[in-house]
């Protein structure tokens, strides 16, 4: 992905990847004449922006053939002026995607981006343009509002129109929010879309399907498909026009609770049917279309990394974590000294995290994870056994726990104060207040943790908490015993969180919500001064 400079800079040009390139101009991309309207290369799956930082973000389009890019960046949606125009060339090996980064945005703005695409066959031939926004990051203290949640067409629960598809996402839209944090389980590769689903009342559950999500993914081709299968919705394809996206990944952009290196032999394995005997090649296929799909910055030494920071002003820091990538085996994870088997992010993202944690004058430090801390998760569902996530259970700190306790340590001892745990993962919402009074290991300072999601998905849940951290429930809303599991979205149990932050005070208020916007709880936390 290249870099872009504002035209008021130096000229600079930027390889990235097989055959990315991009410029900038000082007098703006020379508009070819349009003809042939009838055969104008098409945006097929809406516009996209995402990564929006202190020093710019990144926009998103997909062509329906070779073409080329063309990105005109202005403060107003009539262009009259233009700050910054750039391409990117959408080729067959990125399957027609193609995204920038645009830097040099002028701060707390709204920032205006149009998307043509110009044929590389017939260059005079240019489709119709689509519009984007997003309102760049201040430079002073301008309240945040923004909102996250995780978990996008799981179980089977497709888009289905005479619901009103993924209605979740205009419940977010309603917010206006700054940025959206999705954390993780962007798609469900591993969940087949069928044609009917039957609800309890005897209804019908009427999904739109596509050839591409009727299997569990295996192929690159089937992993693509199953990002642009939630691309056919109105509801998405309206809030990413509208909403930039700080993403991460979990495991269903894989296949469920892998972890780098697994044997594809357990018993949902066999059941689905996988070629591959390995989860390693199913990571480096679908690595590369969570990267080509997700408006996400894209790092020269590292092309497939995912954690980052995100700074969005003197008020906020966002850690996006990966903690799928780099663990060890999925097992007891029982160890009591730290080691390869105890990984969970791996020593090179810890030191990353303390490092980025100490740098950061932000106010608030918001941590997105893709897995809670302190529930208690099961690896293997078939055999009741083994852990998928952090807790392994009530007592001491073991196995992957060790390095949430070092982390956790380290920022008491370094006095890093207003620190939150964003997640979501295990399709409920919950509020978990840590109080080391409360907890086993007891040499850290309390922090919340909040847990929504999922989107668009089976409901399930609640798990157990495990006493570690001394997690202390505040508040939980999940499935009753009566609805049992995978409920199924039409029964409203789809969550989101919103976040606003007072520029004034620095209060951070988070508010629980659910997909009919109704805020289920909410709490106001006071910032530690320095």
């Known amino acids: 992905m290249p870099r872009i400079v504002s035209p008021r800079l130096s000229r600079r040009l930027l390889l990235t990847g097989s055959s990315a390139l991009a410029a900038s101009f000082a007098g703006g991309i020379a508009k070819p004449a349009i003809s ?78 149009r998307i043509r695409l110009q044929d590389l066959s017939e260059p005079t031939i240019i489709g119709e343009a689509k519009i984007g926004r997003f309102r760049s990051a201040p430079a002073d203290r301008r309240s945040i509002s923004f909102v996250w949640s995780g ?32 954390s993780g389980d962007n798609i469900y590769a591993d969940a087949p879309i069928p044609a009917e689903q039957k609800l309890p009342n005897g209804e019908m559950w009427k999904n739109v399907v596509t050839e591409e999500k009727s299997k569990p993914a295996e192929t690159l081709a089937e992993y693509r498909g199953n990002y642009k299968y939630n691309l056919l919705d109105k509801n998405v394809l309206a809030f990413n026009a509208d909403v930039p996206v700080l993403t991460q990944w979990d495991d269903h ?62 008020l906020l820091d966002v850690f996006m974590l990966d903690m799928r990538s780099y663990r060890g085996p999925n097992g007891e994870n029982l160890q009591e000294s730290y080691g390869p088997d105890a990984y969970f992010l791996g020593p090179q993202q810890i030191a990353w995290l303390k490092r980025e944690l100490l740098a950061s004058k932000a106010t608030w430090k918001v941590i997105a994870a893709d897995m809670p801390i302190g529930l208690v ?69 309390p922090f919340w943790e909040f847990v929504s999601g999922p989107l668009h998905s089976g409901s399930f849940g609640p798990n157990d908490l495990d006493n570690t951290f001394g997690p202390q429930l505040a508040y939980i809303k999940a499935p009753s015993k009566e609805q049992g599991q995978n409920v199924a979205p039409s029964e409203g149990l789809q969550f989101f969180g919103h976040v606003a932050i007072e520029g004034d005070s620095g209060v951070m208020t988070v508010t629980l919500r659910d997909i009919d916007d109704n805020a289920l709880w909410s709490t106001k936390l006071e910032p530690k001064r320095a």
Do not use: C
Request: hydrophobic share 35%; charged share 25%; proline share 5%.
């Open 36 to 113: 042939r309207a009838g055969d104008r290369p098409q945006i097929t799956h809406g516009v996209q922006s995402g990564d929006v930082s202190s020093d710019g973000g990144v926009v998103w389009a997909r062509a329906d053939r070779p073409a080329r890019m063309l990105v005109d960046v202005a403060t107003t949606d009539s262009f009259k002026e233009i700050h910054t125009s750039l391409f990117m060339d959408a080729l067959p090996e990125s399957d027609f995607t193609a995204k920038a980064l645009i830097e040099g945005l002028p701060a707390s703005q709204d920032i205006f981006y």
């Open 253 to 314: 952009e894989v296949t469920n609770n892998w972890w780098p290196q697994e044997p594809l032999t357990r018993a949902e394995h066999q059941r689905r049917k996988y070629a591959e005997k390995n989860a390693l090649l199913l990571v480096a296929r679908a690595g590369r279309a969570f990267h080509e799909y997700m408006p996400m910055r894209t790092f020269i030494t590292e092309p497939g990394r995912v954690y980052r920071k995100i700074s969005y002003g003197p």
């Open 377 to 445: 998760v099961v690896y293997d569902g078939d055999r009741k056994w083994g852990s998928e996530a952090i807790a392994q259970g009530d007592g001491p700190a073991r196995g992957r726990e060790l390095e949430i306790a070092d982390i956790l340590s380290f920022m008491k001892q370094n006095k890093i104060a207003n620190t939150v745990w964003l997640t979501a993962d295990v399709h409920y919402t919950a509020a978990h207040y840590y109080d080391p009074n409360k907890a086993v290991f007891q040499d850290f300072d």
């Open 151 to 182: 978990d996008t067409a799981g179980q089977g629960w497709g888009i289905d129109e005479s619901r009103g598809g993924m209605r979740a996402y205009a419940t977010m839209l309603k917010h206006r929010p700054d940025f959206f944090i999705h």
